[in-house]
């Protein structure tokens, strides 16, 4: 006998992790098919800040952001609970610094005076923040990694199946609609099936979406102590993201460079200079690793969420930079799509259609 599922999710990082576990608490049995190991692309790559800052994001997301980010407590909650790991998860808040022009242009929260500054963050530097306008933000940020971890686990505790370094050909169309995918090795069969393949969801059969590979670099250092840095810290060509056991994450670059997942070492230091003009008591820290991800790009800097014109094939991608942020609240509206109920939220600028008339 051939074994079936209800669902098939194409690409097993956060964004069909979570979806998988949705749909799994309404009843249906879901395989996660994945072309390497589950959560080690973008989702493994990330940084984990849980902005949804206006200056830094499509118009467009910002319902999406806000009610994604308030759901995070309970998100990680339910994955530690089932996964029986710890996931890093901060609300110690983010220090933005932004032109003082966008500041005075936009209608943004009242400027963080220096002496507040230097009670928040001690080791920033007083001479490279001054001419900066400084906002706090209540923001959280959570570990990427943790995060998918634990979402694997919490998945094959639910009983989801899991098919790892299988690459996906296309979705397999009878009658006019989606019955399963075929791989490289082999095919399954769903009624349903959602490609969340990310920066590879475009090089699926039978639709042409739009999603590009956005390289960016980063690297992580081993602060001198724990607390040297405590809040989330962005600033115009860096920021930094404290993590609890005294990591610190420095990021990002935005490069249009295909697939190519190599770090460049000249950049990296770019990087690393760029966090020492804000905090220069970091170069007492130790490197600990760099690395690129593949964040999954559309043509309008917009995830690309709902049905295809093939019926029961679904589409949750293009998340760019915000993959972890959304991951909670896309598993929520997809489910509601999926089932064929009208989602909480309005989806209109995320639809498929946009990009296959």
């Known amino acids: 006998m051939v074994k079936r599922w209800d669902a098939i999710i194409i690409g097993a990082g956060i964004i069909g992790l979570s979806l998988a576990i949705e749909l799994n608490k309404r009843g249906l049995r879901v395989l996660l098919v994945d072309k390497g190991e589950p959560g080690r692309e973008a989702s ?27 759901m995070y407590p309970e998100f990680v909650h339910e994955l530690e609970d089932e996964s029986r790991m710890k996931i890093d998860l ?10 003082p022009a966008l500041h005075r242009d936009n209608a943004l929260p009242a400027a963080v005076t220096l002496t507040s500054l230097a009670k928040l963050e001690p080791n920033l530097s007083s001479s490279r923040i001054s001419t900066l306008t400084a906002l706090s933000l209540n923001e959280r940020s959570v570990d990427p990694r943790d995060l ?40 399954f069969a769903a009624g349903i ?13 039978p639709h042409n979406l739009p999603t590009r590979p956005v390289k960016g670099q980063m690297l992580c250092v081993v602060m001198p102590q724990r607390e040297m840095v405590r809040h989330v810290i ?7 993201i404290p993590r609890s056991d005294g990591r610190l994450v420095i990021g990002a670059t935005q490069e249009e460079a295909g697939f190519d997942k190599q770090t460049v070492p000249e950049t990296i ?10 905090v220069p008591k970091l170069a007492e820290a130790r490197i600990l690793e760099a690395w690129a991800g593949l964040r999954p790009g559309t043509p309008d800097a917009l995830p690309i969420l709902g049905a295809t014109p093939t019926p029961r094939y679904f589409v949750a991608t293009g998340h760019f930079r915000d993959g972890i942020l959304l991951a909670p609240i896309t598993a929520r509206v997809m ?15 995320f639809g ?4 296959l008339r």
């Open 335 to 349: 489910a509601q799509v999926i089932a064929g109920e009208k989602p909480g939220l309005e989806l209109t600028a």
């Open 193 to 205: 099936v959602v490609n969340c393949a990310g920066a590879w969801a475009g090089q699926i059969a």
């Open 234 to 240: 962005r600033t115009p060509n860096a920021y930094l």
């Open 44 to 70: 493994w790559a990330a940084g984990g800040m849980l902005a949804d800052f206006p200056l830094e994001m499509p118009a467009a997301l910002a319902d999406l952001a806000r009610t994604s980010a308030r």
């Open 148 to 187: 998918t971890a634990a979402a694997v686990a919490a998945a094959r505790h639910r009983g989801i199946d899991f098919s790892s370094g299988d690459q996906i050909l296309a979705v397999e169309v009878a009658d006019g609609r989606a019955v399963g995918v075929r791989t490289t090795k082999t095919q």
């Open 352 to 355: 498929v259609e946009r990009f």
């Open 269 to 278: 230091q770019k990087l690393h200079r760029a966090a020492l003009e804000v």
């Open 90 to 99: 901060r609300a110690e808040g983010t220090l933005v610094f932004i032109d």
